[in-house]
């Protein structure tokens, strides 16, 4: 069997030329295949870690998924808003450690504005309860004379090319495929001052403008409806003198002194008579929207599985057009004393040794990637992709593409064994 | 040595048998040559011999063995151990050295081994040199030969062990007349220097003076062609 072996080393290595263009088809196959897990499983827990720390999230009565969109991924608009009086009684149940409202509705040259309190920065939390970090400078004040102040999401600052102390002004909505070139700016009339930059999270965090809720609420005071009331105007700093409170937030973010009592809060704040209201649990919703946006990565990796599929089937075509100008070498192998069973191992072998050699390379090639290109991605989109050890289902694609590589092996040393069964001593070519 | 009884011999599809021979008998250390036409029967009767092709009707045997009693494991390490082929052409792999290819039955064979007195790659070499080819093209690649050397390594590797009976397949119709009579004289030197029977197969009946015996395969072999 060594000397098989041997001879199948040499028989390959004499057709190197074609054997590595095969290999190297496999070993894209498999980068491919294995770095689209890597991303996939990456992507995944980036965006199913969009929000956590955050127990729940309590808006108006819509769908889950819904909510999440709008008070998360600032997707879609609120179909209403809810009282600070309702905010206020959720604030108030026993379970309930702290809440943080949010109001949305305005937006930066295409980017989100989210107006929030101070208690913001220290509760929000992403990742594995990581919390917000600044880079650049510190959170808004929340106070009166602190009113106009922004913090940048790491995206915006970048994109913008935005730093401290730098004055922008808010548009009113978003303004749909407005993007970083709208300079329309209905509250140019009070402009915001940069204060601080916050870190990449990788999550929608980095693509929003925060302000106080107090800022909000002054730069719609000489508005009414979604439009400014003709003939009033309300200077900037005249605006400090009026009650600023809000009346009303799209959503509060709430956190538990217990998460035991989860579900207790959510019947809670459904049972609310006031106004109807919906509680969601971040990480179930997270879970229901990636179902619905999940579906488009699952069909790039059946992409990748279908171009491991053609490779092998190369493999399969190259080794069997190899096979008609073989059946002399064939033969003698068999005069000398190999059957047919040794010559079907060997094109086996053959087959198995350039898939092997083609998947390791494959691997290989896809971890330097993530290696290399890791930090790149993390600082461009936000994924930390893992350069960790494989999960089950990347060795399970591993051995599925070694597994298929030697099946599909058999079928010229199929061809090779009926072949020589035929030919006799004498290839009939 | 050789003895074949009652054989009937068709190709897997073929409507009737290509070979129907009632008796015939082949004593060791005998050189035979076997002729006919094109197309009547030769390889295939050879392939009978070598064990690569199994009777279904009558038996062939070599040395007492019938080679239809054999599994097919059984049957390629008994030709590797008693067979040596030489083919028209093609005879060698042409990605490994010479010597290796005259190495090759030794490879599958631990008795071909053992009976090199001096170790295979000794008896490699004294074989090569009895051929003439020179030392300088052993470690060359077989497929940088000219046909007519590698007909010679083809014939130290049909040779290499001293197998008990040499199969040669029209090995000279690839050679011009003078390489041929050199070919013919050295093969029949080494096999019966080496005490193996060999069987020589051609349609060019100029060779026939060369042997002991001389058979015609139409008129031995008895199916309707």
Not at chain 1, 280 to 299: H, I, K, N, S
Not at chain 2, 10 to 17: E, H, K, L, R
Request: aromatic content about 6%.
């Amino acid at each position: 069997m060594t000397a098989l072996l041997q001879i199948a080393a040499r028989s390959a290595w004499n057709r190197r030329g074609t054997l590595a263009l095969v290999m190297l088809s496999i070993a894209l196959a498999t980068a491919l295949l294995l770095g689209l897990d890597r991303l996939r499983s990456d992507i995944r827990s980036s965006f199913t870690q969009s929000v956590s720390g955050t127990d729940l999230i309590v808006g108006a009565r819509t769908g889950p998924v819904q909510l999440m969109l709008y008070a998360v991924f600032r997707i879609g608009s609120a179909t209403n808003n809810i009282t600070m009086d309702s905010v206020r009684a959720v604030a108030a149940h026993r379970a309930v450690a702290w809440t943080v409202p949010i109001a949305l509705g305005d937006s930066h040259r295409g980017h989100p504005v989210l107006g929030t309190t101070a208690e913001y920065f220290t509760h929000f939390a992403y990742g594995d309860r990581q919390p917000l970090e600044l880079v650049q400078g510190r959170a808004f004040a929340g106070t009166l004379d602190g009113l106009y102040e922004a913090v940048l999401g790491a995206e915006v600052a970048d994109k913008l090319g935005y730093r401290l102390g730098q004055h922008i002004a808010l548009s009113h909505g978003m303004v749909a495929g407005a993007g970083e070139h709208a300079d329309h700016a209905d509250h140019a009339d009070k402009p915001f001052t940069v204060v601080g930059v916050l870190a990449r999270t990788g999550t929608p965090v980095d693509r929003t403008v925060h302000v106080s809720l107090q800022a909000i609420e002054a730069i719609h005071l000489d508005w009414a409806g979604g439009a400014p009331l003709p003939g009033l105007t309300i200077a900037p700093e005249h605006a400090r003198k009026f009650d600023l409170e809000p009346s009303h937030v799209t959503a509060v973010l709430v956190g538990l002194k217990n998460r035991v009592a989860v579900f207790n809060v959510q019947r809670f704040v459904a049972d609310h008579e006031a106004e109807p209201l919906l509680a969601v649990l971040p990480g179930v919703a997270l879970d229901e929207l990636w179902a619905v946006v999940g579906l488009g990565e699952r069909a790039l990796l059946a992409m990748s599985g279908l171009v491991a599929l053609v490779s092998l089937a190369s493999l399969v075509a190259v080794v069997l057009a190899g096979l008609n100008e073989r059946r002399r070498e064939l033969a003698v192998l068999r005069a000398v004393g190999a059957g047919p069973r040794h010559l079907l191992a060997l094109l086996a072998a053959e087959g198995a040794m350039v898939t092997l050699a083609g998947a390791l390379l494959g691997a290989a090639a896809a971890a330097g990637v993530v290696l290399a290109a890791g930090p790149w991605v993390q600082q461009r989109f936000g994924i930390t992709l893992q350069a960790a050890a494989p999960t089950t289902g990347q060795w399970a694609l591993f051995g599925a593409v070694l597994l298929a590589g030697m099946l599909a092996s058999l079928v010229p040393g199929w061809r090779a064994y009926r072949l020589s069964l035929a030919d006799g001593l004498s290839p009939r070519t | 040595m050789l003895s074949i009884r009652e054989l009937q011999y068709a190709w897997p599809g073929a409507s009737g048998p290509c070979l129907e021979i009632e008796r015939l008998d082949i004593a060791a250390g005998r050189t035979v040559f076997l002729h006919g036409p094109s197309g009547c029967g030769k390889s295939t009767l050879l392939g009978l011999m070598a064990g690569v092709l199994v009777a279904r009707k009558g038996r062939v045997d070599l040395l007492g063995q019938d080679w239809a009693a054999l599994r097919g494991g059984a049957r390629d390490a008994r030709r590797a151990e008693h067979v040596g082929v030489i083919f028209q052409q093609f005879n060698l792999l042409p990605y490994v050295s010479v010597l290796d290819n005259v190495l090759l039955p030794c490879r599958f064979s631990a008795a071909r081994s053992r009976r090199c007195a001096d170790g295979p790659v000794a008896a490699a070499h004294a074989l090569l040199q009895r051929v003439a080819l020179p030392p300088s093209l052993w470690p060359r690649r077989a497929d940088a030969l000219s046909v007519g050397q590698q007909q010679r390594v083809a014939a130290a590797r049909a040779l290499i062990g001293r197998p008990e009976l040499v199969i040669a397949d029209e090995p000279t119709s690839a050679l011009d007349a003078g390489l041929r009579d050199d070919f013919m004289r050295l093969l029949l030197d080494e096999c019966r220097a080496g005490g193996s029977t060999l069987v020589f197969v051609s349609h060019d009946d100029r060779l026939a003076l060369h042997f002991d015996e001389r058979l015609s395969l139409p008129a031995l072999n008895r199916a309707p062609s």
